[in-house]
Nanobody
Framework: QVQLVESGGGLVQAGGSLRLSCAAS????????MGWFRQAPGKEREFVGT????????DYTDSVKGRFTISRDNAKVTVYLQMHNLKPEDTAVYYC????????????WGQGTQVTVSA
């Protein structure tokens, strides 16, 4: 099992930036990909982006392309979500997730970190 702990959330004005971190521990050898998701109040959880743990290849949902960047530090077993030009609609609880395969559902989830963007 893999434990994931997010950090870096907070309150920021529109147009600002934040960087979220997700530190993994436990059976990290099982990680094949890491993803970021978010859930806004009253809405379903949505996919933000993902990174292949070995190649570093990334993919993003359209609404964050060009503004958000996912990266990872294999030595620290940590994945990052750098967010620029934040908008009020980015306000949500952000979760990182670990996948033990390149497809199917993610296996491990963090507790989430709140990001609030004020207008």
């Amino acid at each position: 099992q893999v434990q994931l702990v997010e950090s870096g959330g907070g309150l920021v004005q529109a147009g600002g930036s934040l960087r979220l971190s997700c530190a993994a521990s436990g059976h990290t050898f099982s990680i094949r990909r890491m993803g970021w998701f978010r859930q806004a109040p009253g809405k379903e959880r949505e996919f933000v982006g993902t990174i292949n743990w070995f190649t570093g290849d990334t993919d993003y949902t359209d609404s964050v392309k060009g503004r958000f960047t996912i990266s990872r530090d294999n030595a620290k077993v940590t994945v990052y979500l750098q967010m620029h030009n934040l908008k009020p609609e980015d306000t949500a609880v952000y979760y990182c997730a670990g996948g033990h395969s390149y497809q199917n559902a993610y296996d491990d989830w963090g507790q989430g970190t709140q990001v609030t963007v004020s207008a």
